[in-house]
């Protein structure tokens, strides 16, 4: 079963695909999102316009097919082909050219081949090809002769006419369509047009490069905030830029000369940031710092123990910290999977003038740990997520009621989740190779796909499986090597727990085995994480009490 989405905007026309208005655009991108605007607002609901502006083109160019930039459904399925020709043209006896670095191309000509091209591939629609008309939009230019541009004058909107855009392509597309006219096949060819995931790996870059930029707004103003003593407490929820904000006061710290300390509660997220923050500051999870103190101060802890970790961390408590472990920044991550006792035990650290951070989301809490009390710190609360879809955040707003809505600013919004839906232990393995073949066919790498299980490695009923049909699995050993790094085995597609996989994310994400009687606070909180670590596009694998339990009953 796919979501559903939100309804467009009633008042005005339905633009496919969205998101365009989050595009950071310039030069002959900015131009024609500008007329998108104008189409938008300018005509009915009863019109949709399809695009290639949208960001997952701008590696390859903008255009739907050929040289049209937009395509108008009229209310009564009449189409409309529009190419905009930014800045100046020629007018020459052969007729409009566009001069390029290239070369020239006759505009004429161009828009002709396309439509006569497109009608042939319209007629393969049900009912055959529908009203078809074409018109050039030159907003920059004054088209002198109007009768020698070898185009219909009433199909050429000028800068004299600019205004009068969103007026007469409604008028043009007004055209009554044939009897037989199938709008909404005639809407799904336009959509197929537009290849949304042709290119995978282009997409995903841009994707990245572009979430990198806007959550990284967080990480500018918050480190604008000036406070005596520095104690930030940020409260944000799944991509709202808490990463980006370690990585920069890590930056800060390293270019200051000032020594920092991050600390967190999970491995792999600790493993990730030492791979990507700048050289110099400890990076470590609570135990593992605990273990590098103590062993520094020549005692070894015996992990044999039934209570080892409780004795680690009484010993660190015990611990009186030397200058060798004083800091002048202190960035607690996953603070929500924190003990009161533990900050205590990390402020000893900080030096009398230090700054401290302490980074949270209190949906992302998977112990049930009670909230750290920390008087006197100044909160910050971030609610907007710049990772996940919007129709991801829209199902997990139905589906799980959060007392805090999270706000999405993605770019995507279109995302369709999809959900896959088993009976028992053949099935989740079944629908779970679906789902693997269902990404791929998106044209996701197997390296941009991320299976997760709702279940911990333990107890996972996919944990014993090195592959899944043709697919080997990169699942982690247990092991760590001689540097402390994790171990993985050999593996295409990687695969692990939703506890291991909290702090990191995937372009694609397949979350499995999904299962719960109720619909608890930890399942609440399970699905939520899972659920956003996925940036582009998210296909749940769940039992059929699950779905029925979510609204998604549906097999995949």
Not at 332 to 349: C, H, K, N
Not at 427 to 439: E, H, P, S, W
Not at 508 to 531: H, M, P, Y
Request: hydrophobic letters at 40%; glycine letters at 8%; aromatic letters at 8%.
């Amino acid at each position: 079963m796919r979501a559903s989405h939100p309804p467009a905007d009633p008042a005005m026309a339905r633009i496919h695909p969205e998101g365009w208005r989050q595009l950071p655009a310039n030069g002959a991108l900015a131009r024609e999102i500008e007329t998108l605007a104008t189409l938008a607002e300018a005509l009915p609901d009863d019109y949709s316009v399809f695009h290639g502006v949208h960001w997952t083109r701008v590696e390859r160019g903008h255009a739907l097919f050929g040289e049209i930039d937009f395509a108008v459904v009229g209310p009564g399925g009449a189409l409309l082909l529009i190419e905009q020709k930014s800045g100046f043209l020629d007018e020459t006896p052969d007729g409009l050219v566009k001069r390029y670095r290239r070369g020239t191309k006759n505009v004429a000509s161009q828009l002709a081949r396309t439509a006569d091209k497109l009608r042939t591939r319209l007629a393969a629609l049900p009912g055959g090809v529908p009203p078809l008309d074409i018109l050039l939009y030159c907003p920059d230019y004054t088209v002198r002769s109007p009768g020698s541009a070898g185009i219909d004058p009433a199909r050429i909107v000028d800068a004299t006419r600019r205004e009068q855009l969103g007026a007469i392509v409604a008028s043009l597309a007004r055209a009554e369509g044939h009897a037989h006219t199938d709008i909404a096949a005639l809407h799904r060819f336009l959509a197929d047009e537009l290849e949304l995931v042709a290119d995978a790996s282009a997409l995903v870059g841009r994707a990245e490069r572009l979430y990198t930029r806007l959550a990284g707004g967080l990480a500018q103003w918050a480190r604008a905030i000036e406070m005596s003593p520095h104690r930030l407490r940020v409260t944000g929820t799944a991509g709202s830029g808490k990463t980006q904000l370690a990585l920069a006061v890590l930056a800060d710290a390293h270019a200051a000369g000032r020594r920092a300390l991050y600390v967190c509660y999970n491995r792999p997220l600790a493993d990730h940031i030492a791979l990507v923050a700048p050289p110099g500051p400890e990076v470590a999870t609570y135990h593992q710092l605990c273990d590098r103190v103590l062993r520094e101060a020549g005692q070894s802890p015996d992990f044999t123990r039934p209570d080892a970790f409780e004795r680690l961390e009484a010993g660190f408590q015990a611990w009186t910290p030397d200058e060798r472990w004083r800091f002048d920044e202190l960035i607690v991550d996953e603070g929500q999977d924190f003990r009161e006792d533990w900050s205590a035990s990390l402020l000893r650290l900080l030096r009398d003038d230090g700054r401290a951070w302490w980074l949270e989301d209190p949906l992302q809490n998977l112990y049930g740990r009670p909230e750290v009390a920390l008087p006197g710190w100044v909160r910050l609360r971030s609610a907007r997520n710049y990772r996940s879809p919007a129709d991801i955040l829209a199902v997990l707003d139905r589906v799980l009621a959060p007392d805090e809505r999270t706000t999405s600013s993605s770019p995507i919004t279109e995302s369709n989740p999809e959900f896959f839906v088993w009976r028992d232990r053949a099935g989740l393995i079944d629908q779970t190779k679906k789902a693997i073949t269902r990404a791929i066919g998106l044209g996701f790498r197997r390296d941009m796909i991320a299976i997760v299980s709702f279940r911990g490695r333990e107890h996972s009923l996919l944990a014993p499986y090195d592959r899944l049909g043709p697919h080997r699995l990169r699942a982690f050993t247990g092991g760590y090597d001689l540097l402390g790094n994790p171990v993985y085995s050999e593996g295409e597609l990687t695969i692990d727990s939703v506890y291991r996989f909290k702090g990191q994310a995937a372009p694609c994400v397949i979350f499995s085995e999904i299962d719960f009687e109720a619909l608890d606070t930890l399942a609440v909180r399970k699905l939520f994480v899972g659920a956003t670590r996925a940036s582009m596009k998210l296909i749940l694998v769940l039992s059929e009490r699950a779905a029925a339990r979510l609204g998604g009953s549906e097999p995949g």
